[in-house]
C-alpha cells in the first residue's frame, strides 16, 4: 500500500502554531497550489489544500515562513471525524507533513526581486559593523578567465571520463 504526497505551493496564511497540553508543537497552514491546466476562460485555477506538521518542523515553517511563501510538502493523507457542536459528524481530509522545505526566504514572494538589499531576509544591516567584502565582485589580479579556449583540442582518454 502507498500513501504519498508531494505539493508546491504558496501559503495562504500565516501558519497557526499551537501546541499540546505535552508541549509537542504542531502548525496548521494552507496549500494553495495551482492547476496543470487553465479553465475555459484562460485562467488558472488553484486547489487550496490543509496540511498540518508537528514538531521541530512547525516550529521553524511558523518561524521562519509567512502568508505567500513558497514551500514544498512531502507527506500522506488523512483522514479523521470529530462530532460538531451541532452534534454532527465533520469529517476532515489533510496532509500530514513528514518535512516542510522552504523554496524562498521568508516573505519572498512579497520583497524586491532586484537584490538590491544585504544580508538575509528581513535583516538590516548594522550600521556599527564595517561593511563585510563582496568576494562575487573580486576578479582579483589577472582578470583572464581561466576556463578560456585557447583553440588546441583537448588531450584527454575515455579512460578518464567519470561515465
Do not use: H
Amino acid at each position: 500500500m502507498l500513501n504519498r504526497v508531494v505539493l508546491v505551493g504558496r501559503l495562504t496564511r500565516d501558519p497557526d502554531l499551537r501546541y499540546t497540553p505535552n508541549g509537542v508543537a504542531v502548525a496548521n497552514f494552507t496549500l494553495a497550489v495551482n492547476r496543470p491546466f487553465s479553465n475555459q476562460q484562460g485562467d488558472r485555477e488553484a486547489d487550496f489544500i490543509n496540511c498540518v506538521v508537528w514538531r521541530r518542523p512547525a516550529e521553524n515553517l511558523a518561524n521562519f515562513m509567512g502568508k505567500g511563501s513558497l514551500v514544498g510538502v512531502d507527506g500522506r493523507i488523512q483522514t479523521r471525524n470529530f462530532e460538531g457542536q451541532d452534534g454532527k459528524r465533520v469529517y476532515v481530509t489533510e496532509i500530514v507533513a513528514d518535512s516542510v522545505q522552504f523554496l524562498e526566504s521568508k516573505g519572498g514572494s512579497n520583497q524586491n526581486q532586484g537584490g538590491g538589499g544585504q544580508g538575509s531576509a528581513g535583516q538590516r544591516p548594522n550600521p556599527n559593523q564595517p561593511p563585510q567584502p563582496n568576494y562575487n565582485d573580486y576578479n582579483g589580479p589577472n582578470d583572464e578567465n581561466p576556463f578560456k579556449d585557447n583553440g588546441e583540442p583537448i588531450d584527454i582518454s575515455d579512460d578518464d571520463l567519470p561515465f
